[in-house]
């Protein structure tokens, strides 16, 4: 008996671990109510009992939220290692990964390349479903809008921890009918409306890396959606500038062709996670195979 009392480990309850975590990693008692899908008062409950039971103050009220105190910062740098630990043994017993894992994409890119190599994930994934929402706006993965969110960048821009997902350069592009004769010289372009894939004009720049004047490739005959340019490359209303890697589908099917070898850089594609993305399996998992799957848009 003696020995037994010895062995036994002096454990707060598992649900306060948890709010204390979470509402530690958010400083708000408001957001880890959100990701535990609990009230608001049940992670204040929580964290107060778990503070009177352990004899010391894990936060600190401001007047306007919540500071972890010096030994909250402590406390939960090894509390959110010990709940890893125990999420990963656990998943471990599961064999195949499962659960969700919720993608926001551009738009253009979700139609044109992520999609349609969605089917191999899910033959190699069966029981991992994977949400993919289409957007431009910006995600806040931290805010619970997404698990992973993959944004065109320029250099520099992005301030968080991310991975390239694609760097491929942009190329003109145009629907076969529309120059039967072939493309002889980039000035050819001046005789189309000139669409083009970003927000930002690459036009000039491409124009200077032929050698050509970059003014007159400044104006525009026909502006449209970036998220519609190529569609409207394809039904042959103009010239398109854009990324190889959503192009490239299009151009296999034979409804673009690329009309000029020299192309542009202009930042990249990337794939930013959220903090706890590395706590659920199903996010690593698709994280790991997306890399994999477009390793030759780097480089």
């Known amino acids: 008996m003696h020995m037994f009392r010895m062995m036994q480990r002096s454990l707060p309850p598992l649900n306060a671990l948890r709010a204390f975590e979470a509402a530690g990693r958010h400083q708000s008692f408001?957001?880890?109510?959100?990701?535990?899908?609990?009230?608001?008062?049940?992670?204040s409950r929580h964290v107060r009992g778990l503070e009177d039971?352990?004899?010391?103050?894990?936060?600190?009220d401001l007047p306007r939220g919540i500071k972890l105190s010096r030994d909250g910062r402590a406390y939960l740098g090894q509390v959110t290692a010990a709940l890893d630990l125990i999420a990963e043994a656990t998943e471990g017993l599961g064999g195949s990964a499962e659960g969700v894992v919720v993608v926001s994409c551009e738009p253009l890119f979700a139609r044109k390349v992520l999609l349609p190599m969605l089917d191999r994930f899910h033959s190699q994934y069966p029981r991992v479903e994977v949400r993919l929402e289409a957007s431009k706006a910006l995600a806040d993965v931290n805010r619970y809008e997404a698990d992973l969110a993959i944004r065109f960048a320029h250099t520099g821009v992005l301030q968080v921890a991310s991975d390239l997902i694609s760097d491929t350069p942009l190329y003109v592009y145009a629907a076969p009918e529309l120059r039967p004769e072939g493309w002889q010289s980039p000035k050819d372009v001046l005789e189309y409306a000139r669409l083009r894939e970003r927000d930002a004009n690459l036009w000039p720049r491409w124009a200077?890396?032929?050698?050509?004047?970059?003014?007159?490739?400044?104006?525009?005959?026909?502006?449209?959606?970036?998220?519609?340019?190529?569609?409207?490359?394809?039904?042959?209303?103009?010239?398109?500038?854009?990324?190889?890697?959503?192009?490239?589908?299009?151009?296999?099917?034979?409804?673009?062709?690329?009309?000029?070898?020299?192309g542009v850089r202009d930042g990249a594609m990337r794939l930013v996670q959220a903090d706890r993305a590395s706590r659920n399996r199903a996010a690593r998992v698709f994280r790991g195979w997306l890399l994999e799957e477009t390793a030759d848009l780097r480089g």
């Not at 039971?53 to 600190?60: A, E, K, P, T």
């Not at 490739?217 to 398109?240: N, P, T």
């Open 30 to 43: 408001s957001r880890a109510a959100e990701e535990l899908g609990v009230s608001h008062s049940a992670i």
């Open 53 to 60: 039971r352990l004899g010391v103050s894990l936060f600190r």
């Open 208 to 262: 200077e890396l032929q050698g050509l004047e970059a003014a007159p490739f400044e104006a525009h005959g026909w502006r449209i959606s970036a998220d519609l340019a190529l569609e409207a490359a394809v039904c042959g209303q103009g010239v398109y500038l854009g990324s190889r890697d959503c192009a490239q589908m299009d151009c296999d099917a034979g409804r673009l062709v690329r009309c000029f070898d020299q």
